[in-house]
């Protein structure tokens, strides 16, 4: 049968497959245009199958939030080309905006089905490599920060002993500051109390080897090896390094500082760092 040339660029507009591939589907599938575009897709996820070793170092983090609700995801490429596309950063808009809408709160189906159509079209391994959301209560609040170059976001979640502590600007500044931190400072831990205790026993055994060697008496010794251990903390752990806009004050003590000026108490509830690449 005749394959009409609008036929083919219909396809071929469609799918970004080539011009003799989609006139080849078409007559594989006696000009029907829906056949002959999951005739293409079809050959197009074997292709992406072939592709998935290759490296998706570039890509772009994305989230969707009010104060009471967020959705982090990460979208993932093999280029810089690709990750600044037009195509590729309306299909993270639209990953984002139906996870949020929806409710969704890890990778679904749905979603990578939805990279699964682009990869196809432009021929490039890609990939949603994870996604979360968060809920916050009555009592709760939630800021978000994305770097500029789309490749660090962070979402914060405070916890008040009152919801109208939240009403307050200083409050809410301070919510964002903490994620501007987050993004500069990538604690490992929120807390203290989050490290895990061989962790802890590793550090302590390093310091005070490093302690012994200083030649020191014992006396002295432990006390080096607690101060080590102590800054150690401070440098993993967000609520004890020294606060991005304050640095005089702890991220604790800043925290306290502007909760009591607004009349409550806060406390972190909930802190989601995505980094481009990193797990």
Do not use: W
């Not at 080897?209 to 080590?228: C, F, L, M, R």
Request: overall charge neutral; some cysteine; charged content about 30%.
């Amino acid at each position: 049968m005749e394959i009409k040339a609008a036929d083919v660029k219909a396809l071929r507009d469609k799918t970004g497959a080539g011009m003799m591939e989609c006139k080849n589907a078409l007559t594989e599938c006696n000009g029907d245009p829906a056949a002959a575009e999951k005739l293409l897709k079809e050959k197009g996820l074997a292709a992406v199958e072939k592709r998935s070793g290759r490296a998706t170092s570039e890509g772009l983090v994305l989230i969707k939030n009010t104060e009471k609700k967020a959705v982090i995801a990460e979208l993932t490429c093999e280029t810089d080309f690709v990750a600044k596309n037009v195509d590729f950063i309306a299909l993270g808009d639209k990953i984002i905006n139906t996870a949020y809408d929806k409710g969704i709160t890890s990778v679904t189906s749905e979603l990578s089905d939805m990279v699964l159509e682009l990869a196809t079209k432009v021929r490039e391994n890609m990939a949603l490599s994870r996604l979360e959301a968060v809920n916050a209560g009555a009592d709760e609040y939630i800021s978000k920060y994305i770097h500029s170059d789309k490749k660090t976001g962070v979402v914060v979640m405070l916890k008040a002993d009152k919801a109208e502590v939240f009403a307050n600007k200083d409050v809410q500044d301070f919510a964002y500051d903490c994620c501007l931190h987050i993004a500069a400072f990538t604690p490992l831990y929120t807390a203290t109390s989050e490290v895990d205790a061989g962790y802890i026993a590793d550090q302590k055994e390093i310091f005070t080897v490093q302690a012994k060697e200083s030649g020191k008496p014992e006396n002295v010794q432990a006390g080096i090896v607690q101060g080590k251990l102590k800054k150690h903390l401070a440098e993993i752990c967000f609520l004890e390094q020294p606060f991005v806009k304050d640095d005089k004050l702890s991220v604790a003590k800043k925290m306290e500082e502007v909760a009591k000026a607004a009349g409550g108490k806060l406390s972190v509830s909930k802190i989601i760092l995505f980094q481009l690449g990193a797990k």
